[in-house]
């Protein structure tokens, strides 16, 4: 049966219907909208069945006490830190990292030499970097990379004759040396990136649910673990999605993305948890929020070159949290 | 404001990608899954039982379970559904381990889950309008509270079927029917009130 047949009992029937009423989202919110603009006779249906739904609630509800809440939350936090001492959270994915990255290396080894065994032993160079911090690194063929905070990049001391192969886990900037004899290819979680000689910027973090790779010139291909190719042009951005493991291609604007590199920091509306996140990578700091605090709200602003203190500063002038900063933490509490 | 819902408008992407952080160990993201679902579980939790120390109990040890074993931890989208399903196992277990106990008790938990059908209107009440809503209420009451739980999971938490009867330990067609039934049996109740609905019609269509 289609939408337009559909008297009350069966919207409310429809749990896709039904979780749009209570919890709309970009996805459910367009498709709703756009089919009652189409369906404009099925209007007074659709609000008695929303008036339906939003009738009904719990006929008790029970609150947890403030004091009760930072309690239980007091607790929480303590196991937590207990369980994350000193640095530990690089430790798990540098460790598997190491080893896919040497498998590369010698599985590429082993096919061009054609079963011959390899008599050169593969030393690898790593450079990382902390939260906080930016390195620049240069490559042997005389490839620069800028690495952003909380990176690491894995590279041979010596590139081979057919390929140069980098492995990349967190953010740097790119500026490939020309050799079309020899692709550069950087791996980086579930994407692989391909190019001659060009700049551009990858953004790979571990916890990111998207990988992004922008084109500041040149060209660069793009491929993931399935197969799926991508050919990226100057201001193409392409975005690999790690839950659906597709790519997608967008227009960007690169130097907006390549502030970091020059110290530029940009919030484009975004919550206060993905901030604090952004700002504990940056700035090195580790921020801590006690008790019950006002999160909500969505936020933009641009500091070049600011120290953590007048961005802070910035923020919670219109939010509704206070803070404290004692050395490398960050307090955030009620106002 | 037109076809809005609840305040917290929580997309699948944010969702997965705030657990993702969790699993990864940022104690920003615990905090915010606490902040988000805290107060939703509690207030699930007590419709369980009276006993407040319990559930707040069963959270603590729900969320210190989640920080030990962090690493295993599946993906998820819908953290909601993921909390839910564990406090509803820790406290039913909590419930059952007291009885045996006690030996005092014999029957099935009796749980509240009790509902409110006038939540969100707020019109004029007249004799009519008293009967209707004790009529409904009394209809309301005669639900068992498996049913009750379910009616709420759907229409004010926003599970779907299947998290449901995953959630109740059954098979998504016996959750369907259980909402299925008392769609059918409140239905039959609501093209009574025709005043509220007309005036509400209005009151949503205007600003289009």
């Known amino acids: 049966m289609h939408y337009d047949q559909y008297k009350v009992n069966d919207f409310l029937e429809d749990q896709y219907f039904v979780q749009w009423v209570i919890r709309p989202d970009g996805t459910s919110d367009l498709f709703w909208r756009n089919w009652l603009k189409q369906h404009p006779d099925k209007r007074l249906v659709v609000e008695e069945a929303i008036a339906f739904i939003r009738s009904i609630g719990y006929a008790h509800t029970h609150h947890l006490e403030k004091a009760e809440y930072t309690q239980i939350l007091n607790r929480l936090q303590e196991a937590h830190r207990h369980r994350h001492k000193a640095g530990s959270r690089f430790a798990p994915f540098i460790y598997s990292g190491i080893a896919a990255c040497v498998l590369l290396l010698l599985m590429v080894l082993i096919f061009r030499y054609d079963g011959q065994v390899p008599d050169e032993k593969i030393s690898l160079k790593t450079v990382s970097t902390e939260n906080g911090q930016k390195k620049t690194i240069d490559l042997p063929d005389g490839s620069q990379v800028i690495l952003n905070s909380g990176s690491v990049l894995r590279f041979p001391e010596e590139f081979e004759k057919g390929q140069r192969e980098v492995e990349l886990k967190g953010e740097a900037f790119f500026r490939v040396s020309k050799d079309p004899e020899r692709p550069f290819v950087i791996h980086s979680g579930e994407l692989t990136t391909r190019v001659l000689g060009t700049s551009f910027n990858i953004r790979s973090y571990a916890d990111d649910e998207k990988i992004l790779v922008s084109v500041a010139t040149g060209r660069v291909r793009i491929e993931d673990h399935q197969g799926h190719i991508e050919t990226l042009l100057p201001s193409d951005m392409g975005v690999f999605h790690k839950s659906e493991m597709a790519i997608e291609k967008l227009k960007c604007d690169v130097d907006a993305l390549t502030d970091w590199t020059r110290g530029i920091l940009i919030f484009k509306d975004e919550s206060l948890p993905e901030i604090f996140d952004r700002l504990e990578k940056w700035y090195g700091v580790k921020i801590k929020i006690e008790g019950k605090v006002d999160l909500e709200g969505k936020y933009s602003g641009r500091y070049d070159r600011k120290p953590l203190d007048r961005v802070l500063e910035g923020i919670s002038y219109t939010s509704q949290f206070n803070y404290k900063v004692l050395n490398k933490t960050v307090t955030i509490y009620e106002k | ?208």
């Open chain 2, 1 to 208: 404001m037109d076809f809005q819902g609840s305040s917290d408008k929580q997309d699948v992407v944010s969702e997965y990608r705030l657990w993702e952080k969790f699993r990864q160990g940022s104690e920003i993201a615990l905090t915010e899954i606490y902040r988000l679902y805290a107060d939703k579980l509690y207030n699930y939790g007590c419709q369980f039982t009276t006993d407040t120390s319990l559930v707040r109990d069963c959270i603590q040890d729900l969320f210190l379970e989640l920080i030990r074993s962090k690493e295993n931890l599946s993906p998820t989208d819908s953290i909601r559904f993921y909390l839910f399903r564990s406090l509803r196992n820790g406290i039913v277990h909590s419930l059952q381990k007291g009885k045996l106990r006690t030996q005092k008790e014999t029957d099935s938990i009796a749980a509240d889950f009790n509902i409110t059908f006038f939540q969100d209107t707020e019109f004029l009440h007249d004799q009519e309008d008293l009967e209707r809503k004790q009529l409904i209420r009394s209809k309301l009451d005669l639900l068992p509270s498996i049913q009750r739980e379910a009616v709420l999971l759907y229409f004010y938490e926003g599970l779907s079927y299947q998290q449901i009867a995953d959630l109740l330990g059954s098979k998504r067609k016996s959750a369907q029917s259980l909402i299925y039934r008392a769609i059918k049996l409140l239905g039959d109740n609501l093209l009574v009130h025709r005043h509220e609905l007309i005036s509400l019609a209005i009151f949503l269509v205007i600003p289009f």
